[in-house]
């Protein structure tokens, strides 16, 4: 049985991939790991029931086995502990991998979130050089650049992710991987009823 992962039945994007769920999907098609989808209205993940699953009632879930996770993050760092592709195997390349997913979700998303243009911009100056000339943040691809790149495509069409070069080609560089295609077009066949 392949894990369950819980999306929004009717996603306020649209689909385009900018809710946290992209990121378990991308995880998972990173690591060639067959998924199933659970579509959700919001008025179901207000149920008692989801609360079991998820104590704040939002997205995304994970459910494989006897195992249930919340938190984008934990997700993808158990996908990426348990199958090989997301992390590397060296221990201090891995904690550096790991250090880039906190830097993610800790130190950059929360800067998004604020709504300070200035902190944005301060934080993608800061990303930007730290990346360098780097094709990834850290050697190979890892779950650190995936966190970090469904970071910030977010800001995609605020001119500020655009007005930097670097990082806006280390996003379209992600997007443009063959795993990510198919996060985005996640097909109906892995839909599987509530
Ligand atoms: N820190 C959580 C945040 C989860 C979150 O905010 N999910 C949003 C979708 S991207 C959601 O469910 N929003 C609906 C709500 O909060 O009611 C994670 O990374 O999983």
Redesign the pocket.
């Known amino acids: 049985m392949s894990p369950i992962v819980s999306i ?1 039945k009717n996603p306020p994007d649209g689909g385009r991939g900018f ?3 992209i ?1 378990v999907r991308w995880a998972l098609e990173e690591v060639g790991q067959p998924y199933q989808l659970r579509l959700l209205t ?1 008025s179901e ?1 207000r149920h008692l029931e989801y609360r079991q699953l998820h104590p ?5 879930t994970y459910e494989d086995g006897d195992l249930a996770l ?4 934990a997700i993808v760092h158990h996908i990426a502990q348990q199958y090989p592709g997301l992390l590397p195997t060296d221990r201090n390349s891995r904690s550096r991998a790991v250090m880039w997913m906190f830097a993610a ?1 800790d130190t950059v998303e929360p800067a998004i979130s604020s709504g300070s243009v200035s902190h944005v911009q301060q934080r993608i100056h800061q990303l930007s050089t730290a990346l360098g000339d780097n094709e990834w943040l850290d050697g190979d691809f890892s779950a650190g650049d995936l966190l970090m790149v469904t970071v910030l495509r977010v800001l995609r069409g605020a001119n500020l992710l655009e007005a930097n070069s670097m990082l806006n080609s280390y996003v379209e560089r992600a997007e443009k991987r063959p795993a990510f295609q198919r996060a985005l077009r996640t097909s109906s066949n892995h839909v599987r009823s509530p």
Do not use: I, V
């Open positions: 929004f809710h946290r769920d990121r919001f993940m704040f009632g939002q997205m995304p919340f938190e984008s993050g979700l």
